[in-house]
C-alpha cells in the first residue's frame, strides 16, 4: 500500500466500490475529494517579539449528513495528505454512528512541545481567526485530537466568538463544561467500546455463534493496550462489568496479571511511578509478586479472549496475526489493524469490531455536547450515558444486520469492518442522492 494517507483512504473506497448497492455506485466520485480545503499560513508573535509563521489546514470532506465534524491536530508530522485522509475518515465516522454530523479534520504544522503556555494560546487563537470564515455551529464544528485540549477548544472558542460578536459555544466541542462542555465525555470512548463488546457478545451468544461466548463475563480475560484516556476508561468500566482484565501496558511496557488486575489501583500507581511497570494489583492490593512485567509486542499475543488495542495505530500487522489467540478484536485505537492483518484475521474467524464504530462514543458525546449547547439545556451524565447506549446499540445492529446479509451473499471475506463501511458510504450517498440526483 502507498505511504500517502490520502492515497490509502481512496483505495479503501474502492475496494468496497463492488459491495455497494447498485443505486450508490454512481455517486461514489463524489467522496474522492473533500468539498473544500483551506489552508494558509498563520502568523504567531513568539515570546521574543518575532514573528513565527506556521502551515495550517483545514479539511471539510463531507457535509451530505450535516455540518462538518472533526478535531484539530498540532503535530510536526501534519500534512495536507493526512488532514485530508482523517477528513474521511470522519465523514465515514459520523455515519457509522448515525449522527447527522459530516467529516472534517483541521491541523498545523507545529510541535507544541516546543512552545511557551502564552505561545500556544496565540497560535490557538490565530488558528481560530484562519478558519472563523468557515466554521460555525451549523457549518463546521471542530474539536479537540492529537495535542490539542479542552483549554485549547475554550482559547479558540472565546476568538471566535469575539469575531462574530455572540455567544456560539456549539463552535467547538470537547470544551471544558464551564464553557458548555457535556458530561460523560472524558470516559464516553472507552464506555462506548464496553457496550459495542457487549453487544457483539450478547449477538454472538443469541445466535449460537460460538460455544465460548456461553461463559460467565467473569470468566472472559482481557488484555489493553495502551492505559490512556481510551484504554483506562475501557479496563475500569469492563472490569466493574465483571470482566477480567489480565493485561494492560503503556508506551515503556506492560503487564500481565492472570487472576486479573484491579485498572483503578493501577492507574494509581503508574500515576505513582510514572509508568505501568511493576504494578501488578488485585482487588487494590499491588504486588510485585502477582504478575509479570511483558512487551508491548507480547500483549497483543497473550491467550485471552479479547484484545483491545488502544494506544497506536499499525500494531497489528501481518507479522503478529497469525500469533494471535483472542477471539475478538474492540478496534479502541484508530486504524491498529492493517489491511493485511485484517485478511488473516477474518480468515482465522476473529471478530474484529472496527476502529470506525468501536471508538465512535467520544463523536456520539461530542454530538450530544453540540445538541446540548444549540438548545441550551444541559443534561445529566445518566441522560447522556442512556443516550450514547442506545446509539451504540442502534448502530451495532445496523452493523450486524449488514453483515449477516453480506455473508449470506458472498460467503467468504466478509468482515464487521466491511459491513460498518458500507453502511457508512451508503448513508452518506443516500444523503448525496436527495441533494443532487
Ligand atoms: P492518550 O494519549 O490518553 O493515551 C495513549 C496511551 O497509549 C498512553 O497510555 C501511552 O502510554 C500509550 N502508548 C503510547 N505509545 C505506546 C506504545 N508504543 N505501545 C503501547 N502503548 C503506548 O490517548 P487516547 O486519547 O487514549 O487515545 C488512544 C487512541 O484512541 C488513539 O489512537 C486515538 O486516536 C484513539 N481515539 C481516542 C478518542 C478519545 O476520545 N480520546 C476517540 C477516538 C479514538
Request: proline share 5%; aromatic share 8%; charged share 25%.
Amino acid at each position: 500500500m502507498a505511504n500517502d494517507p490520502y492515497s490509502n483512504a481512496l483505495s479503501f473506497l474502492s475496494e468496497i466500490e463492488k459491495y455497494l448497492r447498485p443505486e450508490y455506485k454512481k455517486y461514489l466520485s463524489r467522496l474522492t475529494k473533500p468539498q473544500n480545503i483551506h489552508k494558509g499560513k498563520i502568523k504567531v508573535k513568539m515570546d521574543d517579539g518575532k514573528q513565527k509563521e506556521f502551515v495550517a489546514f483545514r479539511s471539510q470532506h463531507s457535509d451530505a449528513l450535516g455540518p462538518f465534524k472533526g478535531g484539530i491536530r498540532f503535530h510536526q508530522n501534519v500534512t495536507e495528505s493526512e488532514v485530508k485522509a482523517l477528513s474521511l475518515w470522519m465523514s465515514i465516522k459520523c455515519s457509522v454512528a448515525g449522527i447527522p454530523l459530516g467529516g472534517g479534520k483541521g491541523g498545523i504544522i507545529v510541535d507544541p512541545k516546543k512552545l511557551s503556555p502564552l505561545e500556544l494560546e496565540r497560535l490557538s487563537r490565530a488558528y481560530a481567526k484562519f478558519i472563523a470564515p468557515i466554521i460555525g455551529e451549523k457549518k463546521d464544528v471542530p474539536a479537540p485530537d492529537v495535542n490539542t485540549t479542552p483549554q485549547i477548544m475554550a482559547w479558540m472558542l472565546d476568538e471566535y466568538e469575539k469575531i462574530i460578536g455572540y455567544k456560539a459555544p456549539g463552535t467547538f466541542t470537547g470544551k471544558p463544561l464551564a464553557l458548555g462542555g457535556s458530561k460523560g465525555r472524558t470516559k464516553a470512548t472507552g464506555y462506548g467500546g464496553v457496550l459495542a463488546l457487549k453487544y457483539l457478545l450478547d449477538q454472538l451468544k443469541k445466535e449460537k455463534k460460538a460455544k465460548w461466548v456461553e461463559k460467565p463475563v467473569s470468566q472472559m480475560s482481557i488484555a489493553v493496550q495502551g492505559f490512556g484516556n481510551v484504554g483506562y476508561y475501557f479496563a475500569q468500566i469492563a472490569s466493574d462489568a465483571g470482566f477480567k482484565i489480565v493485561a494492560a501496558s503503556d508506551s515503556r511496557s506492560g503487564i500481565y496479571v492472570k487472576d486479573g488486575l484491579d485498572p483503578k489501583a493501577t492507574l494509581v500507581c503508574k500515576k505513582g511511578k510514572g509508568t505501568i511497570d511493576g504494578c501488578y494489583c488485585v482487588d487494590g492490593q499491588c504486588s510485585i509478586h502477582k504478575g509479570k512485567k511483558i512487551s508491548n509486542e507480547e500483549l497483543l499475543e497473550l491467550p485471552v479472549d479479547i484484545l483491545v488495542p488502544g494506544a497506536l495505530e499499525s500494531v497489528i500487522t501481518e507479522k503478529n496475526a497469525n500469533k494471535i489467540k483472542a477471539k475478538v478484536i474492540v478496534e479502541m485505537a484508530n486504524g491498529p489493524t492493517t489491511p493485511e492483518a485484517d485478511e488473516i484475521l477474518t480468515k482465522k474467524g476473529v471478530y474484529i469490531i472496527p476502529d470506525v464504530y468501536a471508538n465512535s462514543g467520544g463523536v456520539s458525546v461530542s454530538y450530544f455536547e453540540w445538541a446540548q449547547n444549540l438548545s441550551g439545556y444541559y443534561w445529566s451524565e445518566e441522560m447522556v450515558d442512556e443516550r450514547l447506549a442506545q446509539l451504540m446499540r442502534s448502530s451495532f445492529l445496523h452493523i450486524w444486520k449488514r453483515y449477516i446479509s453480506l455473508s449470506k451473499e458472498f460467503k467468504n471475506g466478509i468482515s464487521l469492518r466491511l459491513a460498518a463501511y458500507l453502511l457508512a458510504v451508503e448513508r452518506i450517498l443516500e444523503a448525496e442522492k436527495l441533494r443532487r440526483p
